[in-house]
């Protein structure tokens, strides 16, 4: 969908307005509140060959546990995810990281604790049959101290059109999961 | 007991099996403790 360039004096139809003005460079597809002491959301039918890439955000929740990391997986892709977490260990301004090798999920894709659950991430190629890579910029380990990003890949080919999120301890409750596609023209 | 699970709008306990594969992925319940 390309962009529109208006020149001065030009009628703004309603058709314009309504396609243009959604044109962002995130265009939101869809959202999902989640429940009630919940060990996993899924989100079916999200991605199509609409787009090429994605952006996925939770948060307004919370976990049950003191401490959880949350847990990516594509449908119907349920192994051979590799990566990792790394960033800044709060009480010793050191390093800390965390690897992800051949796991049923991408381990790492945001956290929860009893005060809040987030996760912010960008799923490449999702739906295309290549190579998916996932990047999260905010992951933090209570476990660990540490603040950080957190990066993955699977070799998989399938074509996936969902996702789950899953704890790695406890439950979720609250909050909105929200897809956007990045805009492609 | 078993957990709830979410797909899509739908929220349910989680049948036996489902639960029993939320286990081997080395899940746990958890305790309500306080984060630091």
């Known amino acids: 969908m390309a962009v529109k360039t208006f020149t001065t004096g030009e009628v703004l139809t309603a058709a314009d307005t309504n396609t243009y003005l959604n044109n962002g460079g995130l265009v939101y597809i869809t959202s999902q509140t989640v429940g009630s002491a919940v060990s996993s959301v899924t989100v079916s039918n999200c991605f199509s060959s609409t787009y090429d890439n994605y952006r996925?955000?939770?948060s307004g929740g919370a976990g049950s546990a003191a401490v959880a990391d949350l847990a990516f997986q594509?449908?119907?892709i349920t192994t051979g995810y590799y990566g990792g977490a790394f960033g800044v260990v709060w009480n010793t301004s050191g390093f800390g990281g965390k690897g992800i090798s051949n796991a049923a999920s991408f381990l790492y894709a945001g956290s929860s604790d009893t005060g809040a659950a987030l996760m912010s991430l960008d799923v490449f190629s999702p739906n295309k049959a290549l190579r998916k890579h996932f990047r999260t910029d905010s992951y933090y380990s209570n476990t660990?101290?540490?603040f950080g990003i957190a990066e993955g890949t699977n070799g998989?080919?399938?074509q996936a059109t969902g996702?789950?999120?899953t704890p790695s301890t406890g439950t979720l409750t609250g909050g909105t999961v929200r897809v956007y596609g990045y805009r492609q023209a | 007991m078993k957990p709830n699970i979410q797909i899509d709008d739908e929220v349910r306990e989680m049948t036996d099996?489902?639960?029993a594969a939320l286990l081997e992925t080395g899940w746990?319940?958890?305790e309500e403790d306080t984060p630091e």
């Open chain 1, 156 to 158: 998989s080919t399938t």
């Open chain 1, 144 to 146: 660990n101290e540490m």
């Open chain 2, 17 to 19: 099996d489902e639960y």
């Open chain 1, 56 to 58: 996925i955000i939770y």
């Open chain 2, 28 to 30: 746990t319940p958890g």
């Open chain 1, 163 to 165: 996702f789950t999120i």
């Open chain 1, 74 to 76: 594509l449908s119907s």
